[in-house]
């Protein structure tokens, strides 16, 4: 059982476009992190949201944590090549021990 | 030094062997997780050390051991390798105050 679901599993898109990825729990978390994962290297944290209804932004991407601490969203706008890659989304659980989701491939083509 | 870094970062063994991956991280990241990734899916949390102690456990066989040492380095063990023990094997590593973690690039493991 996974704890934490990421959708869509798969996204292919064009240049320019913008995109959303979910992640969705039945449990609550303290905070939850986004990651981005190159081919060859590992996870690279982009974002932690703690505070429930929170909103962050990192140049064009928006992550939303959702008020009950349940789910968080990631927003990109004008999607470039370069965001190519696996997202991530992680949360502590039993404590500290970091859990991740099952993962969003973005494939941007120019 | 800065960042976390894995070796060997390709590793073929064969079945029935062991294997012992090895990772060093930051100064003051007490904290050193070890994570299992098939291809395309997310890390799954094998176990977790703080101050050279295990505090956390997940869902592995007990053929999967670790070790963290005083100088912020450590060591996953795997015995009795099996075919399915092919993944991609990340160390990640924090501090006391953070809530992210840094990892290193992985161990690519195969096993025939």
């Known amino acids: 059982t996974q704890l934490l679901e990421q959708s869509p599993q798969f996204l292919s898109i064009q240049e320019g476009e913008n995109l959303t990825v979910y992640c969705n729990s039945s449990?609550?978390?303290?905070?939850l992190q986004w990651y981005r994962q190159e081919p060859g290297e590992g996870p690279v944290l982009l974002v932690t949201?703690?505070?429930?209804?929170e909103v962050k932004k990192l140049k064009r991407l928006t992550f939303q944590f959702g008020d009950a601490r349940k789910d968080s969203s990631l927003h990109i706008t004008a999607a470039q090549t370069g965001d190519t890659g696996l997202y991530l989304c992680a949360g502590p659980y039993n404590t500290d021990k970091l859990i991740f989701g099952t993962g969003t491939r973005l494939q941007v083509f120019p | 030094e800065t960042g976390v870094t894995q070796s060997p970062t390709h590793l073929i063994k064969t079945r029935g062997q062991q294997v012992t991956l090895r990772c060093s991280s930051q100064s003051g990241h007490n904290t050193v997780s070890w994570y299992q990734q098939a291809l395309g899916q997310g890390p799954q949390f094998i176990f977790q050390y703080y101050r050279e102690e295990e505090n956390g456990r997940g869902n592995f066989p007990p053929r999967f051991s670790g070790l963290q040492f005083p100088n912020y380095s450590s060591e996953l063990n795997v015995n009795a390798l099996e075919l399915d023990d092919s993944a991609l094997y990340l160390c990640a590593s924090r501090t006391d105050r953070g809530y992210g973690y840094t990892f290193g690039s992985g161990t690519r493991l195969t096993v025939v």
């Open positions: 949201v703690v505070t429930g209804g």
């Open positions: 449990s609550v978390f303290s905070s």
